[in-house]
């Protein structure tokens, strides 16, 4: 049997100095005060479960955020500190007190995914989305919520919901309460209920737009054949960088290269990113050598991450970009525009140049923490910043990328046309 506080404290009494008493006393006392409750192992009193969930969150941070200079501003010690002087009794007291403590980085992109928002993310990355099929984002310099991009064949998506729309409230409830986690959280539900979003698309006023939630195919590859008057070409649509998707383009290009295709139009417009390794396979199946992406950790040592030597498509190609490009699919239009490997059209991207980890804690929650920045291969930060196309294209950007009547893949069709013309023009001795 183990000593409980009270007797615990009565043999110090008896076998301890007086000043020591004292100072034992008080911090007994205070631990009383503050609810900290110990539960001993192996004779050691330890902190409770849901208590060590705090304790994690703050470690994992503390190990590995990127930016250390970050967390000496922030007193990143005395936050855990504080959080632990809160009454930590349930598992939503000790998410309330982690976000609290998170929130304090004043970076939206490390932050706590509760059981249910941790399961969705894990879901998205295997291809797997129920809901509006609305990716979102921070806007920094607004303190609001964005819309990246939403996916092909979404509700969010047969509404026409733009690229660069901010969400203002779901079911009535502002984004200032809700934050982006509570916002994405809002927005799932179950399939075939409703839910209402309150949206604000370019110099629009607000409007209410009722979607009914589904189960979202994601299909994040896309291709078929495109002709031209003179030339037969491929086209490769990317919308989202889950598990499957380097097998998944691997089989296409294939395929596509037995039709006999001369260019190919590789289409990166609204995919929000995902999975950075995927990202980087897809990368490696373009390049010949060189660098791919250089990222930057805590420590400032930059490392570079290289392409290998051989490529399953080495023709003519153009890659469409927009402000709903972000994150995996930045690094791979930042390798290929670097390189020198494909000419990018479109608009500017989004700029996310922040790398995240992804790590379960022990009930079923998740923690996503920034640990390294990355750069394009000739040291450009995209963060905040985007990428720049080569070639701008006329507005008002198509809202069906790849769908009929897309004016967008109309211009890349011509622009690939003219290069391969060029291309037999100036092979002619």
């Known amino acids: 049997m183990y000593p409980t506080v009270n007797n615990f404290s009565h043999r110090l009494r008896r076998n301890t100095s007086p000043m020591a008493k004292k100072l034992i006393t008080q911090l007994i006392a205070a631990c009383i005060a503050f609810g900290l409750v110990f539960v001993p192992i192996s004779g050691v009193y330890a902190l409770s479960d849901t ?6 969150s703050w470690r994992l941070v503390n190990q ?29 007291d000790a998410y309330n007190a982690i976000e609290e403590m998170l929130g304090e980085l004043g970076d939206p992109y490390t932050r706590l995914l509760r059981p249910k928002d941790y399961a969705a993310i894990k879901n998205s990355t295997s291809g797997n989305l129920s809901g509006v099929g609305l990716q979102l984002g921070p806007d920094d310099q607004q303190d609001q919520v964005v819309v990246i991009s939403a996916l ?13 729309a901010y969400l203002l409230a779901v079911d009535g409830q502002p984004i200032s309460d809700l934050g ?43 291709t078929r054949r ?43 417009r609204n995919n ?6 995927s990202g980087l396979a897809v990368a490696d199946d373009f390049l010949s050598g060189g660098a791919i992406v250089e990222t930057r950790n805590r420590e400032g040592i930059t490392d570079s991450i290289q392409a290998g030597t051989s490529t399953l498509f080495d023709g003519p190609m153009l890659t469409l970009v927009n402000g709903g490009t972000a994150s995996a699919s930045e690094i791979l239009a930042g390798a290929l525009q670097d390189s020198g490997r494909s000419t990018l059209l479109g608009n500017r991207t989004f700029g996310k140049g922040l790398i995240q980890t992804l790590t379960n804690l022990s009930d079923g929650s998740g923690l996503a923490v920034t640990v390294a920045g990355y750069v394009t291969p000739s040291g450009r930060d995209i963060q ?42 100036t092979s002619i001795p």
């Open 51 to 56: 208590q060590q969930l705090v304790v994690d």
């Open 180 to 222: 982006l986690e509570g916002a994405a959280n809002a927005l799932r539900g179950e399939v075939g209920t409703q839910v209402v979003l309150t949206l604000q698309q370019g110099s629009n006023s607000p409007e209410e737009l009722s979607l009914e939630r589904r189960s979202v195919d994601l299909r994040p590859v896309r």
């Open 226 to 268: 495109l002709r031209t008057e003179s030339h037969t070409l491929g086209y490769l649509r990317i919308t989202q960088f889950t598990e499957g998707v380097p097998m998944q383009v691997l089989e296409a290009l294939a395929e596509l290269q037995d039709k006999g295709i001369e260019g190919l139009v590789l289409d990166l």
């Open 384 to 425: 905040d910043a985007g990428i720049e196309p080569d070639r701008l294209l006329s507005d008002p950007e198509p809202l069906n990328p790849g769908g009929e009547g897309d004016r967008w893949l109309n211009e890349a069709e011509q622009w690939m046309a003219s290069l391969l013309e060029l291309d037999n023009n």
């Open 152 to 164: 092909d064949g979404s509700p969010a998506a047969d509404a026409e919901i733009a690229s660069g």
């Open 272 to 277: 929000s990113g995902g999975l950075v390794s």
């Open 64 to 92: 590995g955020y990127w930016n250390p200079e970050r967390l000496d501003d922030v007193r990143w010690r005395r936050q855990r500190q504080k959080a632990l002087e809160k009454t930590i009794q349930s598992s939503d």
